[in-house]
């Protein structure tokens, strides 16, 4: 063939271009791709979710109603519900093919992926992700169960909500030694990192979790009122100053490390109105701080009067309330509180009654309620509620009692037969404000003394716990530790907490383990190497400690040998033999000397010859002007008069 007519075909070839893309394999790069009608398919899809999702409400509202008819309902409405998700699941995928095949006809020839198992069907692609169910279970959804499960952790949570006793911190405790006599007075700061307590024993110790060890050592003991017994201890707002009341009649302040900030000064005995005096008269019976104000604090005393105080004004108290019992005459109070925000003023006394002033009324009480107690019985404690609607009152009388501030008439619940021999055992509300709990005193060998728990709702005993072998006197539930400090009335103060429930506090301490001993120290001479000094100044090298110590031994200076006896007359202000004594000296020298100087001139002329041969003092300086002493002769004649009788010698 000739070239020219090749060159012809190849253009012809290249002219058309189906058979030129055929030729080199490419002929289905130019295929137009398949579009979609993306707008349609999201309507369809929405369709059938809202269909889904009404059918689903439908089915649910007949399951809640074929519940209560039976279980045969039941399993019908299953097997309905089932047919007709199956059904509505079937209408969706066929809409969907159906928008799928008018949007490309050959859709179905390309789709990615590998091909569908011949197996899959319609029923498997109904089916829910998850394990295979069993072959007895017959429930309606595979996630039941799970729902089930934190339907029931829930109620489980409800529950312990509802039940209050599981919230008590009592799982664990710790036992702190304060000594051998009453805890009085137990005080926690607000943030809850220093406990101190007050005894019988006129002591006060500090005690700092963060800082103690298994030990359980406190940091500092004082006595800060003297001899006075220890009736109350509390941290201000703040927690930087500490008020004691004490068993006299002068209330103190003391700073975080138990230095004297401010005494109260104390009042004028012989003046009738107490109200005239600038201070107590008597032994105080209890104190507290005020909930807002920092610097205010209130006393209570024997004298009959409740007293405000301001911390800058130690001179004389702020205000006095004094109560009064039915007939007008004083009436000693044994405890006082403020109210949760310091409005009001609480004081339980002698006769049995409460009454309650406003803080800024101190003449007239707003609320008083006689007889709230036995009279002639003790009232111990006064507590507010943590909502400030409640009073709670420990009494004398072996019975603690809640009171509505509301209806102050008579009592909302009485619990009898809680055994009280203290003027200061204490009642206080959980954090919750949902337990009220009160300790209960006991004889020697006669039990062991209890916390007691109450329900605040119902008044039934929810809870107790046995403390120790003696009376719990003391008790404070700390709502931001979550843990209950108890004072004892045989010196002990315990901390009850859970691991779990409570923060800080004793979970500090009881981690940390007992520091060691220090042991007694030998000093020796240290030892300094110097491998590059000079042969003259190196020191030998030293080989064993044994060895040193044995050459220091010998050593008199280092091994500090006794001195040995004075031999002769003594030297250096030290005295010689004869036991070596200032009185041995004494009994040598001056006891022991059989010189008679009963004759005066005999004991002069005695160191006569002795001053006349070597002059010392005095003859020096007169040696040119002095005389020649010339002492008188005895004569026979004096003798004579020396030797005559008593009767006979002239009288002078």
Same mark, same amino acid.
């Given at each position: 063939?000739?070239?020219?007519?090749?060159?012809?075909?190849?253009?012809? !070839?290249?002219?058309?271009?189906?058979?030129?893309?055929?030729?080199?394999?490419?002929?289905?790069?130019?295929?137009?791709?398949?579009?979609?009608?993306?707008?349609?398919?999201?309507?369809?899809t929405?369709r059938?979710?809202? /269909?889904?999702?009404?059918?689903?409400?439908?089915?649910?509202e007949? %399951?809640?109603?074929?519940?209560?008819?039976?279980?045969?309902?039941?399993?019908?409405?299953?097997?309905?519900?089932?047919?007709?998700?199956?059904?509505?699941?079937?209408?969706?995928?066929?809409?969907?093919?159906?928008?799928?095949?008018?949007?490309?006809?050959?859709?179905?020839?390309?789709?990615i992926?590998?091909?569908?198992?011949?197996?899959?069907?319609?029923? &498997?692609?109904?089916?829910?992700?998850?394990?295979?169910?069993?072959?007895?279970?017959?429930?309606?959804?595979?996630?039941?169960?799970?729902?089930?499960?934190?339907?029931?952790?829930?109620?489980?949570?409800?529950?312990?909500?509802?039940?209050? #006793? *599981?919230?008590?911190?009592?799982?664990?405790?710790?036992?702190?030694?304060h000594?051998?006599?009453?805890?009085?007075?137990?005080?926690?700061?607000?943030?809850?990192?220093?406990?101190?307590?007050?005894?019988?024993?006129?002591?006060?110790?500090?005690?700092?979790?963060?800082?103690?060890?298994?030990?359980?050592?406190?940091?500092?003991?004082?006595?800060?009122?003297?001899?006075?017994?220890?009736?109350?201890?509390?941290?201000?707002?703040t927690?930087?100053?500490?008020? $004691?009341?004490?068993?006299?009649?002068?209330?103190?302040?003391?700073?975080?490390?138990?230095?004297?900030?401010?005494?109260?000064?104390?009042?004028?005995?012989?003046?009738?109105?107490?109200?005239?005096?600038?201070?107590?008269?008597?032994?105080?019976?209890?104190?507290?701080?005020?909930?807002?104000?920092?610097? /205010?604090?209130?006393?209570?005393?024997?004298?009959?009067?409740?007293?405000?105080?301001?911390l800058?004004? %130690?001179?004389?108290?702020?205000?006095?309330?004094?109560?009064?019992?039915?007939?007008?005459? !004083? $009436?000693?109070?044994?405890?006082?509180?403020?109210?949760?925000?310091?409005?009001?003023?609480? =004081?339980?006394?002698?006769?049995?009654?409460?009454?309650?002033?406003?803080?800024?009324?101190?003449?007239? @009480?707003?609320?008083?309620?006689?007889?709230?107690?036995?009279?002639?019985?003790?009232?111990?404690?006064?507590?507010?509620?943590?909502?400030?609607?409640?009073?709670? @009152?420990?009494?004398?009388?072996?019975?603690?009692?809640?009171?509505?501030?509301?209806?102050?008439?008579?009592?909302?619940?009485?619990?009898?037969?809680?055994?009280?021999y203290?003027?200061?055992t204490?009642?206080?509300?959980?954090?919750?404000?949902?337990?009220?709990?009160?300790?209960?005193?006991?004889?020697?060998?006669?039990?062991?003394?209890?916390?007691?728990?109450?329900?605040?709702? @119902?008044?039934?005993?929810?809870?107790?716990?046995?403390?120790?072998?003696?009376?719990?006197?003391?008790?404070?539930?700390?709502?931001?530790?979550?843990?209950?400090?108890v004072?004892?009335?045989?010196?002990? =103060?315990?901390?009850?907490?859970?691991?779990?429930?409570?923060?800080?506090?004793?979970?500090?301490?009881?981690?940390k383990?007992?520091?060691?001993?220090?042991?007694?120290?030998m000093?020796?001479?240290?030892?300094?190497?110097?491998?590059?000094?000079?042969?003259?100044?190196?020191?030998?090298?030293?080989?064993?400690?044994? *060895?040193?110590? &044995?050459?220091?031994?010998?050593?008199?200076?280092?091994?500090? !040998?006794?001195?040995?006896? #004075?031999?002769?007359?003594?030297?250096?202000?030290?005295?010689? =033999?004869?036991?070596?004594?200032?009185?041995?000296?004494?009994? *040598?020298?001056?006891?022991?000397d059989?010189?008679?100087?009963?004759?005066?001139?005999?004991?002069?002329?005695?160191?006569?010859? &002795?001053?006349?041969?070597?002059?010392?003092?005095?003859?020096?300086?007169?040696?040119?002007?002095?005389?020649?002493?010339?002492?008188? %002769?005895?004569?026979?004649?004096?003798?004579?008069?020396?030797?005559?009788?008593?009767?006979?010698?002239? !009288?002078?």
């Amino acid at each position: 063939m000739d070239p020219n007519e090749v060159d012809e075909a190849s253009s012809s !070839k290249m002219s058309g271009g189906g058979d030129f893309a055929s030729v080199m394999g490419f002929s289905g790069f130019g295929k137009k791709a398949r579009t979609f009608d993306l707008d349609a398919i999201f309507e369809q899809t929405r369709r059938t979710a809202i /269909e889904r999702s009404q059918h689903i409400i439908e089915e649910r509202e007949k %399951e809640s109603q074929m519940e209560e008819e039976g279980e045969s309902s039941k399993a019908v409405k299953l097997s309905v519900h089932s047919q007709r998700d199956k059904a509505a699941a079937a209408t969706s995928r066929k809409q969907e093919s159906e928008c799928s095949s008018d949007s490309s006809s050959d859709s179905e020839s390309e789709l990615i992926g590998p091909p569908v198992p011949p197996q899959h069907t319609v029923e &498997e692609e109904e089916e829910l992700v998850g394990p295979p169910l069993p072959p007895g279970y017959t429930g309606s959804t595979a996630y039941s169960d799970d729902d089930d499960d934190e339907e029931q952790a829930q109620d489980d949570d409800d529950d312990d909500d509802d039940n209050p #006793v *599981k919230k008590i911190p009592d799982t664990h405790e710790i036992t702190l030694q304060h000594g051998t006599k009453t805890v009085s007075a137990l005080g926690l700061d607000p943030s809850g990192a220093r406990l101190v307590t007050g005894g019988s024993d006129y002591d006060v110790r500090f005690w700092d979790f963060a800082g103690m060890d298994q030990a359980l050592q406190s940091f500092r003991s004082l006595q800060p009122c003297e001899c006075h017994q220890i009736h109350s201890l509390q941290y201000s707002a703040t927690g930087d100053v500490i008020l $004691v009341v004490s068993g006299n009649a002068q209330a103190k302040v003391l700073d975080r490390d138990g230095f004297s900030v401010m005494e109260c000064v104390k009042g004028d005995q012989y003046i009738v109105d107490m109200a005239n005096t600038k201070g107590h008269t008597a032994m105080l019976n209890c104190g507290c701080w005020h909930p807002k104000i920092k610097e /205010e604090f209130m006393t209570c005393s024997n004298d009959g009067t409740v007293r405000t105080w301001d911390l800058n004004s %130690e001179k004389k108290h702020k205000s006095v309330f004094k109560p009064r019992s039915l007939q007008g005459k !004083k $009436v000693i109070p044994t405890c006082c509180t403020y109210s949760r925000d310091g409005k009001l003023i609480a =004081a339980g006394c002698q006769d049995g009654t409460i009454q309650i002033w406003d803080r800024n009324l101190s003449v007239h @009480t707003k609320f008083h309620c006689r007889q709230a107690h036995t009279p002639g019985s003790d009232t111990s404690c006064l507590s507010f509620s943590y909502d400030g609607m409640t009073l709670a @009152t420990r009494g004398g009388d072996d019975t603690l009692k809640t009171w509505d501030i509301r209806n102050f008439r008579k009592p909302v619940n009485v619990a009898a037969g809680l055994t009280n021999y203290f003027a200061m055992t204490d009642c206080c509300f959980s954090p919750d404000d949902k337990l009220l709990v009160t300790g209960t005193s006991v004889k020697k060998d006669e039990g062991s003394g209890k916390l007691v728990f109450f329900d605040r709702a @119902t008044f039934q005993r929810a809870h107790e716990i046995e403390v120790t072998d003696a009376s719990v006197v003391r008790c404070l539930w700390h709502p931001k530790l979550n843990q209950i400090m108890v004072g004892t009335g045989n010196g002990l =103060a315990k901390v009850y907490y859970d691991p779990v429930k409570s923060h800080r506090g004793a979970k500090l301490c009881v981690v940390k383990s007992k520091r060691k001993e220090k042991q007694a120290e030998m000093l020796t001479q240290d030892y300094i190497i110097t491998p590059h000094a000079l042969p003259m100044f190196r020191e030998a090298r030293q080989r064993s400690t044994r *060895k040193q110590l &044995e050459k220091d031994r010998l050593d008199p200076k280092k091994s500090h !040998k006794p001195e040995p006896p #004075v031999s002769g007359p003594g030297r250096g202000g030290r005295v010689a =033999a004869h036991g070596g004594t200032l009185s041995s000296f004494i009994v *040598k020298n001056i006891a022991l000397d059989k010189t008679d100087d009963s004759n005066a001139r005999e004991a002069i002329l005695r160191h006569a010859q &002795e001053a006349s041969e070597n002059p010392y003092w005095v003859a020096p300086a007169y040696t040119q002007t002095q005389p020649v002493p010339v002492f008188a %002769e005895e004569s026979e004649e004096d003798e004579e008069a020396d030797n005559e009788p008593e009767w006979k010698k002239r !009288k002078i």
